[in-house]
């Protein structure tokens, strides 16, 4: 079974400064993608960045940047320069290869202070 | 850009009632999914659909049902509404099984008395 796990329920953190996410996975399969997404207070749940395991760099979009580090199943992610409105609740998921259904993790409410 | 819309944000419901969470896409997705949200579990797979009256057990299926008549619409259907499944549900569409991107509705939060 795969499991996905968010140590931190809440972050709080000063406007411009880089923030840090965590992220740990738990599967027995080779092949998996992993994502993030980003819950406004609108509710919808946006898409963020995703990483495959077979993928040999880190991926990045824009501001955000997942540290992938396969050995320790950590996906963990990174929001440079971080703003007002980057505070919401974070969801990491995995899916693995053939499987239908993404598996989330418990969530992370960043709270970016002015 | 793809849409996916659920039809109430706020719904209020009594113990015992029938509830149906509508949800429409409008490209043409081949997969669907009910996710239910709860403070600390964070999202977990009530049922999915892989094409118009095709659908499959998620991981807490249990007093919900599910029905896809057509391809732009997924119903997730209390039969009979209990305190326990008051919750945020959300609805995601995919293109196919080999795409990665799930594209969310807005929610609705339910709220059972």
């Known amino acids: 079974a795969q499991k996905i796990t968010q140590t931190q329920p809440g972050m709080f953190v000063q406007e411009k400064e880089a923030v840090t996410l965590d992220c740990t996975y738990d599967t027995s399969d080779q092949s998996y993608g992993l994502f993030w997404y980003k819950q406004p207070s609108s509710g919808e749940m946006i898409f963020l960045i995703y990483?495959?395991?077979?993928?040999?760099q880190n991926a990045t979009e824009g501001r955000y940047s997942l540290n992938f580090q396969k050995a320790r199943k950590s996906a963990n992610l990174v929001i440079s320069a971080s703003q007002l409105g980057d505070s919401a609740m974070y969801f990491c998921?995995?899916?693995?290869?053939?499987?239908?259904?993404?598996?989330f993790g418990q969530g992370t409410r960043l709270t970016i202070n002015p | 850009d793809v849409k996916v819309t659920q039809s109430s944000r706020y719904l209020v419901k009594r113990t015992g009632e029938k509830v149906f969470l509508e949800c429409v896409q409008d490209?043409?997705?081949?997969?669907m999914f009910w996710y239910r949200q709860d403070p600390g579990l964070g999202l977990r797979l009530i049922y999915f659909s892989y094409d118009v009256k095709m659908k499959e057990k998620g991981d807490i299926p249990e007093g919900y049902s599910v029905s896809r008549e057509k391809k732009e619409r997924f119903s997730l259907i209390l039969e009979s509404a209990s305190t326990n499944q008051t919750s945020m549900y959300l609805c995601a569409s995919r293109e196919g099984p080999a795409n990665e991107k799930l594209f969310f509705g807005s929610g609705t939060q339910l709220s059972v008395l």
């Open positions: 998921a995995m899916r693995v290869k053939g499987a239908q259904k993404l598996v």
């Open positions: 490209m043409d997705h081949e997969n």
């Open positions: 990483q495959g395991s077979y993928d040999e």
